[in-house]
């Protein structure tokens, strides 16, 4: 019979905490704001489109490719956000939903008030080229 097995205990951690008012990375664009902070491994952005955001205008000449080639996981905290992906298929995202945005798509603000969104995939190439 074998004995109990001991359980090694990690090490303890205090808590981490960050403010977007204080992002490690602050990039502004024409109708869009990202501000970017790392914690605990992982990065976080707030990202601000003022009402008349539009992907393909205000992207895609810098991007230089025909839709966004980029994944998101997004969590929409203001706003609504239309996404249009290159199959045809459509959303609309409001506040308070979480949507996972495949690579292939164009994205607009609806309406006159700015979306805010938390995202924690493809923000690393916001405003790059990829």
């Not at 490719?65 to 298929?89: A, E, F, M, Q, W």
């Not at 690579?103 to 080229?129: L, P, Q, R």
């Amino acid at each position: 019979m074998g004995g109990v097995k001991e359980f090694k205990r990690r090490p303890e951690r205090s808590i981490e905490h960050r403010k977007f008012s204080e992002p490690d990375e602050l990039q502004e664009f024409e109708l869009r704001k990202v501000e970017t902070v790392s914690l605990g491994g992982e990065t976080f952005s707030r990202v601000t489109y003022e009402p008349g955001w539009r992907w393909s205008t205000h992207v895609k000449p810098v991007a230089n490719t025909l839709s966004c080639k980029v994944r998101h996981l997004s969590l929409i905290v203001s706003g609504r956000l239309h996404v249009l992906l290159d199959t045809g298929d459509e959303y609309e995202f409001g506040p308070g939903e979480v949507g996972e945005i495949p690579t292939g798509h164009d994205a607009w603000v609806v309406g006159d008030k700015a979306v805010v969104t938390i995202d924690i995939s493809g923000t690393e190439y916001y405003g790059t080229k990829k």
